[in-house]
């Protein structure tokens, strides 16, 4: 059964913030998530309320609660121990990229949500709880995209896995790259954007937005660097991303603060004045993942374009095949 757990801050952790912690060692936890655990009360740090920007010392616990997929398919009620049906069976096989006895490697398609929501209940977290009861222990997300979003997303096989696994995205030995479609072409051409980012609501959901002055404690540092691939002036521009950190609509709100939102973004501006004849889909893709197998060797997988970003790089003269496969 599920049961009240209590870390011990390290002296290497000292200094950190709560929720970086937790990407450490709980990679599947949303900010959201999070959020909502600290709000309750269910996650205390030396016995106090906490928020998820608290900063850790040395030698204090931190009480972790059951946690909402910390469930063994054997521990869930009879109704809810449901295998894959054909359907998802046939879903999932065909984002299958890669597959060893630790981890698959997906390419996630847009639309499609990686966590279940008060209205979502369609989601890749579902499916890997039916390949759970297949499998005996449920496969668990290592790190998400954005529901619009496509690409690359790793998944491990055991717990023991995504632990290993979630310390090391929490390090710069995973590299990733996405590609996106902009509007207009950042000047200059390549650089570093390292605004820190805040949550904020508003009328179309959540957003992040550029911290002020005032906000310091609520801000999550963010880098990002870019660079054009390719442009069809002025009208939109081929991008390669790279993130250093990982916040939420990360690349999203970066490129709308330099003027260049990522094309069929609603969140950010992407919708208006998109170039004709483009779907209105968001154009961001997780092109590349590369990182150190927590076994032995070196991952390196690209994954194909989405079908409506195949479409728009025709339209605008864009050549996704210039590159062989790992060169961007």
Do not use: C
């Not at 981890?103 to 709880?129: C, E, F, W």
């Not at 929490?170 to 207009?184: M, N």
């Amino acid at each position: 059964m599920n049961e009240v757990k209590r870390h011990v801050v390290t002296a290497e952790e000292a200094g950190m913030r709560l929720d970086r912690w937790f990407k450490v060692h709980f990679p599947q936890v949303t900010f959201a998530y999070l959020n909502k655990l600290t709000r309750t009360g269910q996650v205390r740090v030396a016995g106090a309320r906490a928020k998820t920007s608290t900063r850790l010392a040395a030698e204090q616990e931190i009480r972790v609660p059951p946690l909402a997929f910390d469930t063994r398919p054997a521990d869930l009620p009879k109704e809810d121990m449901k295998p894959l049906s054909p359907q998802e069976r046939r879903l999932f096989d065909s984002m299958v990229l890669h597959e060893d006895r630790d981890i698959y490697v997906l390419n996630k398609p847009s639309g499609l949500a990686v966590q279940g929501g008060s209205k979502t209940h369609h989601h890749l977290d579902g499916l890997l709880m039916g390949l759970g009861v297949e499998l005996g222990e449920r496969p668990l997300l290592v790190h998400r995209l954005d529901r619009d979003t496509s690409g690359v997303i790793v998944i491990a096989k055991r717990r023991s896995v995504a632990a290993a696994l979630g310390k090391l995205f929490a390090t710069r030995e995973v590299k990733k790259t996405y590609w996106a479609l902009v509007k207009g072409v950042p000047k200059p051409p390549q650089g570093r954007i390292e605004v820190a980012l805040i949550k904020a609501k508003g009328p179309e959901g959540d957003r992040m937005r550029a911290s002020r002055e005032g906000e310091e404690e609520d801000e999550q540092r963010a880098v990002t660097f870019y660079a054009v691939i390719d442009k069809a002036p002025p009208a939109a521009a081929w991008m390669s991303l790279k993130p250093v950190t990982g916040r939420q609509h990360q690349l999203r709100a970066h490129m709308a603060h330099i003027g260049t939102p990522i094309i069929g973004d609603e969140k950010y501006g992407g919708l208006e004045g998109m170039p004709e004849g483009l779907d209105p889909k968001l154009h961001l893709h997780a092109r590349r993942i590369v990182f150190p197998h927590p076994r032995a060797g070196l991952i390196d997988i690209s994954a194909p374009l989405p079908e409506h970003m195949v479409k728009s790089f025709a339209a605008l003269g864009f050549d996704p095949n210039r590159f062989e496969e790992g060169e961007a």
